[in-house]
């Protein structure tokens, strides 16, 4: 089955305590990206690459790194969480970078940050 | 930069009814537009998307939406709502095909009454 996988689905963790929530994509997919869910504000990029060791900065990425050293993987690290990154986080994949492709996203991952 | 505005962060109907989601964007390229939506404890799915060959767009669910370039509006509407089109759900704007970025609504809840 296509699809794309995170983990862990939910994270609570405290200030300070470095963490990595893994994403993952079975369908070969060039373009991954990284986003968080708050109330009122949609969803927001955080990161996203276009393909392995090509990365670079969404919207909202202080506080954030990524790498992507494999096609499959693009893990979002905080090394220094603080509460107001709290949040629901979604990673997506696209076949490509054109606009004209949908992204296709993960089952999110809930972090709360004491 | 592209923008988008949803009206109406909730909407109820009853079961039945049309429902009207409304979306208006802002983008300095042509746009290429989409609808989400997100259940509960789930991540988001693509309902349709707008890439210029029609403007009137059919997509899962028996939803729709149509392009209307003079209004900047992209609306979803779909003619009976059912129990389990409560959701919330987000429009989003892509064109620039440098960031490949989606920029989102902020969302409306969609709450069906039996």
């Known amino acids: 089955e296509a699809q794309v996988t995170q983990n862990p689905r939910y994270l609570i963790t405290v200030t300070g305590k470095k963490l990595t929530v893994t994403c993952s994509q079975n369908m070969n997919h060039e373009y991954m990206s990284w986003y968080r869910q708050d109330p009122g504000l949609g969803l927001r990029q955080i990161y996203y690459s276009m393909n392995v060791e090509a990365t670079d900065k969404g919207d909202v990425p202080e506080g954030y790194k990524v790498s992507r050293k494999e096609k499959r993987n693009f893990p979002l690290i905080l090394e220094s969480p603080s509460p107001n990154q709290t949040s629901l986080y979604f990673c997506a994949s696209s076949l490509s970078r054109g606009p004209a492709y949908e992204q296709y996203f993960g089952p999110g991952t809930r972090l709360t940050v004491t | ?114």
């Open chain 2, 1 to 114: 930069a592209q923008s988008v505005t949803q009206l109406g962060s909730h909407v109820s109907v009853s079961e039945g009814a049309l429902v009207l989601l409304r979306c208006n964007y802002s983008s300095s390229v042509p746009p290429y537009l989409f609808w989400y939506v997100q259940y509960p404890n789930q991540g988001l799915q693509l309902l349709l998307k707008y890439t210029s060959a029609a403007t009137l767009v059919k997509g899962i669910n028996g939803f729709e939406a149509e392009f209307k370039k003079s209004e900047t509006s992209f609306h979803l509407t779909k003619p009976s709502a059912h129990m389990s089109d409560a959701a919330e759900y987000f429009c989003a704007v892509s064109g620039d095909t440098g960031r490949r970025a989606l920029t989102f609504g902020s969302g409306t809840r969609l709450q069906v009454q039996p």
